[in-house]
């Protein structure tokens, strides 16, 4: 289940990221029978893979398991960002107005994988753990597992997109806001954390414990040990047989504790009291609570880290060096760089930091149930039988729970060492403390970080590399090498800025600001040998003809000063002052400036060039 965790989170991220094409690169017909051939091929390794391993032991059939369910989610990145699957789901009925459709759809299609690498891994199933389940119940046990994960998602993400469509403008306005789709989530979670388990529990469909002497042994257990719960319930998964138990639900009113059918028939009544006062354990040690805590750490994490790892990657020359190599446009590259950093972030802060506590917690549970039954050996016992009967799995690693074996091993060290107990409840304090700690230091860095931290200079990269793109699509279009130039001119790259606006004009040569802005370049450029006033006085007497414009004017007024005709200048420049109701100081300097003094290749001159009402 923690490992579908994880998977179900990498699938959302990929469904969630990147941007919906206009038009696909391939054909449908081309696009569906990829997609096709790859389900026949995935079939086929999965059937291959578990072949070999049936025969094996649990590691090997658990350690195939994870390569599939991996693999799976590579052939689903295929189907979104190479058959462009994306866009085909954005396509479905009312997918536009509720995103949340198309993504579910995605998830369907990666549930489809899972689904034949559960068939195909039954028969090792049933061999490995002496298991006998039909097709049908294995698939459908395994769905409702990863549904159960899924459901916050598909609730929250619901909820958003309904809001969305809400009659309110403030509400708009607030989601829009930078913290109001955060406010949103953390709403949504506590009111799911009391609601949830109980629509989880019907998905499971589990039924309460009947009346009788284990039932009547487990009430009596939890009300000596204080703990309030709505129902002791069976845990049908797959049919009943998972040798497993848990609790369910932070509040008395809202608690399951479940209990598997096979964990029942295989204990004793002590033994099933061991497992009660492990489950009471992760109750009095607030683990649910601290879980959601953990939850949330990591997208606060996220976000803080996000912006500067943007940073980085629009810093770095590999970044446009695999634009220019793949051909893809920017924006793409950008979407999948950033989720592919954000699964890094994920699979490290999820492996290691959540299993860390994870197993920890555990170890607590397991403490409380030492110390509730004074002694280890009910739990060690419980230990042994899942570990006999779940396929000789004793020995088999786990970053959730640890091991059963380094389990049971602790727990004699701490029925022999008492003290350990104490400091491995110490260790989670501190653990906790320091994670704490970090979480508001990143918050605070947070709220002081710069709203622009970017800077100008790796979004200029990024946005010529947009600009480089179009013209890569629309190489006719003089319109692109025209933004190319003001990119250009507003980063002091001179001798670009004109050969951009050159290129313009001879696509278009009645572009009026490519005229207009190449006119000043050759008026006002910084560079040696750039100025050149007679052909900037051709350029902007033919701008000027097209439209008059007041920013238009000050560049023609400014050609006829730097070529020697006062007058002239003076003229234009009145005429562009009546033209505006903006900047009239600007343009009365700019006639006091032409009266008084010299053009010379050392004039200076405001900054930015032409391209608005300011030339």
């Excluded at 403390?433 to 002081?448: K, M, S, V």
């Excluded at 051709?538 to 439209?547: I, V």
Aim: hydrophobic residues 50%.
């Amino acid at each position: 289940m923690y490992n579908n965790l994880i998977y179900l989170l990498v699938v959302i991220l990929i469904l969630t990221t990147g941007s919906i094409p206009e038009q696909p690169q391939i054909p449908w017909p081309v696009a569906l029978l990829f997609f096709c051939a790859k389900l026949v091929l995935f079939n086929q390794l999965a059937r291959f893979f578990f072949r070999r391993t049936a025969d094996t032991g649990a590691a090997s059939y658990l350690a195939v398991e994870q390569r599939l369910s991996i693999l799976a989610i590579v052939f689903l990145s295929l189907d979104i960002f190479l058959l462009e699957g994306r866009y085909y789901l954005s396509r479905l009925p009312l997918a536009e107005e509720l995103p949340v459709l198309g993504h579910l759809s995605g998830v369907m299609v990666f549930f489809g994988y899972l689904c034949l690498l559960w068939l195909a891994a039954l028969p090792s199933y049933q061999r490995i753990f002496a298991r006998s389940l039909t097709a049908r119940s294995f698939v459908a046990a395994n769905l409702k597992i990863n549904f159960a994960i899924l459901l916050p998602w598909l609730i929250i993400s619901s909820l958003f997109d309904l809001l969305q469509h809400a009659p309110f403008s403030w509400l708009k306005t607030f989601l829009a806001s930078p913290w109001g789709e955060p406010v949103l989530m953390l709403l949504s979670l506590f009111g799911l954390i009391f609601f949830l388990p109980l629509a989880i529990v019907r998905l499971w469909g589990c039924t309460p414990l009947p009346s009788g002497p284990a039932r009547q042994r487990i009430e009596e257990f939890c009300h000596s040990q204080r703990l309030r719960f709505a129902d002791i319930l069976f845990w049908p998964l797959f049919e009943g047989r998972m040798l497993t138990a848990g609790v369910m639900g932070l509040s008395g009113r809202f608690r399951y504790l479940l209990v598997s059918p096979a964990l029942l028939e295989a204990t004793t009544p002590e033994e099933m009291e061991a497992v009660m006062a492990h489950e009471l354990g992760h109750v009095k040690h607030y683990h649910l609570q601290l879980y959601l805590f953990l939850f949330l750490g990591f997208g606060l994490l996220a976000q803080i880290s996000s912006a500067p790892l943007l940073l980085l990657l629009l810093s770095s020359d590999f970044f446009y060096q695999l634009i220019t190599l793949t051909g893809t446009a920017p924006e793409t590259i950008l979407a999948l760089a950033s989720a592919g950093i954000l699964f890094l972030m994920m699979l490290v802060y999820f492996r290691f930091i959540f299993g860390f506590f994870m197993r920890n917690f555990e170890r607590q549970a397991d403490l409380h149930a030492l110390s509730a039954m004074g002694h280890a050996s009910p739990l060690i016992r419980v230990f042994e039988k899942i570990a006999l009967l779940g396929g000789n799995i004793r020995d088999l690693p786990s970053w959730h729970h640890f091991g059963l074996g380094q389990r049971i091993d602790y727990l004699h060290r701490c029925e022999t060492t008492p003290a350990a107990i104490s400091r491995h409840h110490r260790k989670v304090r501190l653990a906790l403390a320091l994670y704490a700690a970090i979480l508001l230091a990143g918050g605070f860095a947070a709220w002081r970080m710069p709203q622009d931290l970017l800077g100008e200079t790796p979004k200029a990269r990024f946005a010529e590399a947009l600009i480089r793109q179009k013209i890569q699509e629309q190489p006719g279009n003089g319109l692109w090498f025209q933004v190319l130039g003001d990119l250009h001119y507003s980063r002091n790259r001179e001798p670009e800025a004109r050969d951009a606006y050159a290129q313009a004009l001879r696509l278009s040569p009645a572009n009026t600001e490519a005229l207009n802005n190449l006119a000043w370049l050759l008026l006002t450029a910084q560079e040696p040998g750039l100025r050149d006033p007679e052909k900037a006085l051709f350029l902007a007497q033919k701008a000027a003809a097209a439209n008059r414009t007041p920013h238009v004017l000050d560049t023609l007024a400014t050609a006829y000063w730097a070529t020697g005709n006062r007058e002239k200048a003076l003229a234009i420049e009145e005429e562009a002052l009546t033209r505006t109701k903006t900047h009239q100081a600007f343009y009365r300097s700019q006639m006091e400036k032409f009266r008084t003094t010299e053009y010379s290749s050392s004039t200076l001159f405001p900054e930015p060039g032409g391209g608005s009402d300011l030339p």
